[in-house]
């Protein structure tokens, strides 16, 4: 069983910066890889981040490439979402995930994640 919590939300402007935290409970959580999702009012969740065990290998969805960045620390069990050049569209609640399941190109899918995050709300303003 693995319990993770966010943090790191919040309101910040449009070019703006965040770094979301997801720390996780249990002793295994290097034995995981990692994801953050993001669901906008009216849409989907989908996939921002990835990440694989031991943190060599990532993956980015198109629309944040360039833009963020997920990291790890096994040391710390945490997982981080560094967030730059914030824009509107960026405006959602999003959650950190755990999955047991190889890292093949880190498209997971929500049916993917084994563990789920209550989440934490990132709001940009133009």
């Known amino acids: 069983q693995v319990q993770l919590v966010e943090s790191g939300g919040g309101l910040v402007q449009a070019g703006g910066s965040l770094r979301l935290s997801c720390a996780a409970s249990?002793?295994?959580?290097?034995?995981?890889?990692m994801g953050w999702f993001r669901q906008a009012p009216g849409k989907e969740r989908a996939i921002v981040a990835s990440i694989s065990t031991a943190g060599l290998r990532r993956y980015n969805a198109e629309s944040v490439k360039g833009r963020f960045a997920i990291s790890r620390d096994n040391a710390k069990n945490t997982v981080y979402l560094q967030m730059n050049s914030l824009k509107p569209e960026d405006t959602a609640v999003y959650y950190c995930a755990a999955t047991s399941r190889a890292f093949y190109s880190g498209a997971y899918s929500l049916d993917g994640m084994d563990y789920w995050g209550k989440g934490t709300l990132v709001t940009v303003s133009s």
């Open positions: 249990g002793r295994t959580f290097s034995s995981y890889a």
